[in-house]
């Protein structure tokens, strides 16, 4: 039988994350979840998912719940935690977190000052959607972890075990590092395969996604176990005529995809130059700038 960590958890926000967190952690509280969200009728919605109930306000959320999601998007974190703050707070004040992987804690800071415990907390990982997948996929995701007290910290990696995940601690000043790595990583990554899948469709591909699915999670699988060593092709080699058929074919067919092409050629050029993997080749610098 599960067993109640907190007595009721209260959520801001009605989207993806805010739905996938509550559902995740629903099990753990002894009440149904509070959701607080300026459009009721997400916010039903996101109710009926989670298995909770609709809140008409702050001080509502905040004198019912001893944990606190706010599941927003980064430009309101801020105003909501100064809206959270000026709701009266029971003792001991809710554990108040935010979800958001571009801001530290410090945007909690109106919450801490009325004495509650503040965290962000990010799950590394993609939600669609779909709630109860993404319960799944959370356990042995990474969450990362900034908080500026030993106290919170400690609440933050029992709530991450909770969720069957694994606790990553971030600085406060190294949190926009961590997130543009991620969105580097992550949305780079779909501009990258979906001007691949155009490019092969104006060659005559009949299904892209097929043809290239098993290159990419190859590739993938090996850049994460042998990072720079998994390179292969054309700029490995030094091959600068076959770089120029591409740079013409892009031209021709695909101008859009040009500028990506390369840039990502340019960057991989120089990575390889400053690892030592060959030598400067300038006449590939020559075709590329």
């Not at 990474?142 to 969720?163: D, H, K, M, N, Y």
Request: hydrophobic share 50%; charged share 15%; aromatic share 2%.
């Amino acid at each position: 039988m599960t067993s109640h960590i907190y007595q009721r958890i209260g959520i801001v926000g009605n989207g993806r994350v805010a739905c996938a967190m509550g559902l995740a952690l629903a099990v753990h509280s002894a009440h149904p979840p509070c959701i607080w969200g300026r459009d009721k009728m997400r916010a039903r919605n996101a109710a009926a998912i989670v298995g909770g109930h609709v809140v008409s306000n702050a001080a509502e959320l905040m004198q019912r719940c001893d944990l606190v999601l706010l599941a927003v998007s980064d430009d309101a974190i801020a105003s909501v935690a100064q809206t959270l703050s000026s709701s009266p707070c029971p003792s001991p004040a809710p554990f108040c977190i935010h979800l958001s992987g571009g801001s530290g804690v410090s945007v909690l800071d109106p919450l801490r000052a009325a004495g509650a415990l503040t965290a962000a907390i990010h799950p590394v990982m993609t939600f669609t959607g779909d709630a109860a997948a993404e319960v799944t996929l959370m356990k042995g995701a990474s969450f990362a972890i900034t908080a500026s007290e030993p106290a919170a910290i400690a609440q933050g990696r029992a709530l991450v075990t909770l969720l069957g995940g694994v606790v990553e601690i971030v600085e406060e000043d190294r949190r926009p590092l961590y997130h543009a790595a991620l969105s580097h990583a992550a949305n780079h990554m779909v501009t990258l395969l979906v001007g691949a899948t155009d490019a092969l469709a104006a060659a005559g591909v009949q299904d892209p996604a097929a043809l290239l699915a098993p290159l990419v999670r190859a590739t993938l699988d090996n850049s994460l176990s042998k990072g720079s060593d998994a390179l292969s092709g054309p700029l490995l080699r030094g091959d600068a005529q076959t770089i120029h058929h591409h740079l013409t074919a892009l031209a021709r067919a695909c101008p859009d995809l040009l500028p990506a092409y390369r840039a990502m050629a340019q960057a991989t050029l120089a990575q390889m130059e400053r690892r030592g993997d060959r030598p400067v080749n300038h006449a590939l610098h020559d075709l590329l700038d």
